[in-house]
């Protein structure tokens, strides 16, 4: 009876060893995210108060919004994929995390543009948003990204209940306008967009039910 009881006591005890060192893997796991993830803003103040900006610092912030909406969009849609592989679910609340990122991220580069760029002049922006093809599928990746954060909390999922998984899956809508975006903008043959398009299209075969099948047995495996 000593015995099982000192069993017990010792199977509770590695338990609540093991499920603690699980909590604070995941919190500095989330520690790590938020450092990574506001690195970049960060370099982008300092080198704009010390003038490093280039010749043009509208255009250097606009890039590097962009390019940063993007890595973090990539990123969130990675979590699932990365989760499917390796069974550590500390990956998963990472993707509202660096989906948010994504949407500061594409709110700075949004408000550069209607304000640095064109200093709120609502009728100038109107104008040059429907005129030029890159602005208009920008602004509608924008949108959803709006959409997809606002909605993004434990209330707005219990209102719209099997609504928002399909709501939230149009975050891949999302990517691919604004590679489309990226890649009409860009002003020279860059690679940036196929490199993010391709990873886009891998990430979307991964939520495939028989690819999701193959890579959790090899992660079981």
């Given at each position: 009876m000593a015995t099982a009881t000192r069993w017990h006591t010792c199977i509770r005890a590695w338990t609540w060893r093991s499920s603690s060192e699980v909590r604070h893997r995941a919190i500095w796991l989330r520690i790590a995210v938020h450092m990574v993830a506001l690195a970049p803003l960060a370099f982008l103040a300092w080198d704009w108060s010390q003038g490093q900006l280039t010749a043009n610092p509208?255009?250097?912030?606009?890039?590097?919004?962009g390019r940063w909406t993007l890595t973090w969009l990539v990123a969130s849609l990675a979590c699932t994929p990365v989760y499917t592989v390796s069974g550590i679910r500390q990956v998963l609340p990472l993707r509202r995390t660096l989906g948010l990122y994504a949407f500061a991220y594409a709110a700075l580069h949004f408000m550069n543009f209607v304000g640095l760029d064109y200093g709120f002049d609502l009728a100038l922006i109107r104008e040059d948003i429907f005129e030029k093809p890159y602005a208009v599928v920008g602004f509608a990746a924008f949108l959803v990204l709006m959409a997809l954060a606002a909605t993004?909390?434990?209330?707005?999922?219990?209102?719209?209940?099997?609504?928002?998984?399909?709501?939230?899956?149009?975050?891949?809508?999302?990517?691919?306008?604004?590679?489309?975006?990226?890649?009409?903008?860009?002003?020279?043959?860059?690679?940036?967009?196929?490199?993010?398009?391709?990873?886009?299209?891998?990430l979307l075969l991964a939520r495939l039910p028989w690819v999701r099948k193959i890579l959790g047995r090899g992660a079981s495996e």
């Open positions: 509208i255009e250097e912030v606009q890039r590097r919004t993004s909390t434990s209330g707005w999922r219990r209102r719209l209940g099997a609504n928002w998984q399909r709501l939230h899956f149009l975050v891949f809508a999302a990517a691919l306008l604004a590679i489309v975006h990226l890649a009409w903008q860009e002003k020279v043959n860059s690679p940036r967009p196929y490199i993010y398009g391709t990873a886009v299209a891998l």
